[in-house]
């Protein structure tokens, strides 16, 4: 392709700036180039949580990413759909002679929003079969509890500002000492209407057998 050529077609496009959800203050995100806004739909970005709230320290830690859900004349709108810790800071957390308790955990808050939640707790020195067992169970009671009681945004701020892993070490704890509980990984997996379709699905299913 001729460099007139590739001139001419980055013409056409233009830029779009990237908006992070209401829950985020509509901090700008980046932007992003296309040549129709239907093209920029469903692109995902990256940032840490400290780019997003523009603090720094361990809110770097933590990756978030973000999907565009709507497009306006010059702007996409995201909307939350992961976040991670990073890989560096989850290496970090390990030590030797300690144990390591995750769990994964799929909930529906009480807005009908489907969460996958790993959490994950880091023991001083190393648990025993039963004492892991305990805390693993727990962590899955508080997890459960913690949507029942929120909105998927009320749940994913708990996620961010590390609420939901104060809860879990304040009672885990009392099982076995620990070092430290965090939320590896939380994911959207499902919007409200999608639940619905599913649980209509199933219940044709159900009524055909």
């Given amino acids: 392709?001729?460099?007139?050529?590739?001139?001419?077609q980055n013409q056409?496009?233009?830029w779009y700036t990237v908006i992070a959800p209401e829950q985020f203050d509509r901090a700008e995100l980046g932007e992003t180039l296309a040549d129709e806004p239907e093209k920029v739909l469903d692109r995902t970005i990256?940032?840490?949580?400290?780019d997003v709230t523009g603090e720094s320290g361990g809110e770097n830690d933590l990756k978030l990413t973000f999907q565009v859900a709507d497009v306006g004349s010059d702007s996409a709108y995201t909307e939350f759909v992961q976040s991670e810790l990073t890989r560096d800071y989850q290496r970090s957390l390990v030590r030797r002679g300690s144990s390591k308790i995750a769990s994964?955990?799929?909930v529906e808050t009480t807005d009908d929003y489907r969460v996958r939640l790993q959490p994950v707790a880091y023991t001083t020195k190393s648990a025993d079969d039963s004492q892991q067992k305990a805390i693993r169970r727990l962590m899955i009671e508080l997890v459960e509890e913690a949507a029942e009681e929120r909105t998927f945004e009320g749940l994913i701020d708990s996620v961010l500002e590390g609420r939901l892993s104060s809860a879990i070490y304040s009672e885990a704890n009392?099982?076995?000492p620990l070092?430290?509980?965090?939320v590896e990984k939380a994911t959207l997996e499902a919007h409200p209407e999608e639940v619905y379709e599913e649980e209509?699905?199933?219940?044709?299913?159900t009524n055909d057998e």
């Fill in 1 to 8: 392709m001729s460099e007139r050529s590739v001139s001419k």
């Fill in 12 to 14: 056409q496009k233009r």
């Fill in 46 to 50: 990256e940032a840490t949580l400290g």
């Fill in 104 to 106: 994964v955990i799929t």
């Fill in 174 to 176: 009392t099982i076995y």
């Fill in 179 to 182: 070092r430290r509980v965090e």
């Fill in 200 to 205: 209509e699905t199933s219940a044709v299913d």
